[in-house]
């Protein structure tokens, strides 16, 4: 099992910025990967960005260049910075965890982005 409490959402303006933090209960080593997906309203759920535990990072093209998912290991804890952001972002985001072929899921935080 994994358990995952995630912070930093909020409203902002387009062209600001947030950061997003999700802490794990496990060791970031015993994870296959930890990253975000998000799921904006009548929309389905879709990748952000994970890290693999080597380090590997992947993006949704969408979010190229204005994401960033980083790590401490020390804090079992990954970061999603977002500039530039956009009204299109906003959705609810949520944190997940890959262990063994299982995925976990985080409560969500809600990113709103105005015009």
């Known amino acids: 099992q994994v358990h995952l409490a995630e912070s930093g959402g909020g409203l902002v303006q387009a062209g600001g910025s947030l950061r997003l933090s999700c802490a794990a209960s496990?060791?970031?080593?015993?994870?296959?990967?930890l990253g975000w997906h998000r799921q904006a309203p009548g929309k389905q759920r879709e990748l952000v960005a994970d890290?693999?535990?080597?380090?590997?990072?992947n993006y949704a093209d969408s979010v190229k260049g204005r994401f960033t998912i980083s790590r401490d290991i020390a804090k079992n804890t990954v970061y999603l910075q977002m500039n530039s952001l956009k009204v299109e972002d906003t959705a609810v985001y949520y944190c997940?965890?890959?262990?063994?072929?299982?995925?976990?899921w985080g409560q969500g935080t809600q990113v709103a982005v105005s015009s």
């Open positions: 997940h965890a890959k262990r063994l072929g299982s995925t976990y």
């Open positions: 890290i693999t535990s080597g380090g590997t990072t």
């Open positions: 496990r060791n970031m080593f015993a994870l296959n990967a």
